[in-house]
């Protein structure tokens, strides 16, 4: 099911989909003439935060995690992206070091546009200019709320939330009634979420009680999304 008339799930993506699709023909074959492409398996790093950024990364196929370490080298992941988005491209519009890092959540196919060809294209293309300006406008939305939400809500609504945002990233191929597994494990999920391991185990546990979730393993599939999102408790 849909669940854009009961969330405001715009609110919670980057929609950077959205930046190549459909540039002018001219602009886009510039952009990938030198287009690169990698699998990551899960786990990999694919750009370090501090490090100078010497291209863009466009994910194929797969799921990223971006996150930045504290002074205990404990992650706080920042954002999950998936197919069809644009990563890493922050840092070179800034002129200045990723101010996070990227790894795979699952294995995940890459291409790399290079700084220069993403720099050349840019100062040719206003419809590429324009897009980036209108989406990095976006971003700072997105992450305003987010920031604002968790800082007052429970562990069990910061879940909750995150379920629902989740659920809506691993839809592939989706058809009304097919259930979405949430393929991540605990350690990322509770990283996403800001708590403990064992909170987000608990949670989950009650959630599964309740016939709200279901899991198979490191899995998890929502069955009742509109509880969950009563759970979130978003207004």
């Not at 989909?17 to 886009?28: K, M, N, R, V, Y």
């Not at 101010?99 to 993403?118: Q, V």
Request: proline letters at 3%; aromatic letters at 8%.
């Amino acid at each position: 099911m849909s669940i854009r008339h009961i969330f405001p799930i715009d609110k919670w993506d980057f929609k950077s989909q959205s930046i190549l699709a459909g540039l002018p023909e001219e602009d886009f074959e510039l952009l990938v003439r030198h287009k690169t492409e990698q699998v990551y398996r899960k786990g990999e790093i694919i750009f370090r935060e501090g490090s100078y950024p010497t291209g863009i990364f466009f994910i194929k196929s797969g799921m990223v995690k971006k996150y930045k370490l504290d002074h205990e080298s404990r992650e706080q992941i920042i954002y999950v992206a998936n197919a069809g988005e644009l990563i890493g491209y922050h840092a070179i519009l800034a002129e200045d070091r990723y101010p996070d890092s990227a790894s795979a959540l699952e294995e995940s196919i890459i291409g790399f546009i290079s700084k220069e060809d993403f720099l050349m294209v840019l100062q040719q293309s206003e419809v590429l200019s324009r897009r980036l300006l209108k989406t990095l406008s976006h971003e700072f939305a997105v992450l305003a709320n987010s920031i604002a939400v968790f800082a007052h809500k429970s562990v069990r609504e910061r879940l909750a939330l995150q379920l629902v945002v989740l659920r809506e990233k691993y839809k592939k191929d989706f058809q009304p009634g097919m259930p979405v597994e949430i393929n991540m494990s605990r350690d990322d999920l509770a990283n996403l979420v800001g708590t403990a391991r064992e909170n987000v185990v608990r949670e989950l546990t009650e959630l599964k009680e309740q016939e709200i979730v279901e899991t198979k393993g490191r899995k998890i599939i929502v069955r009742d999304v509109k509880t969950l999102i009563k759970i979130a408790n978003y207004k």
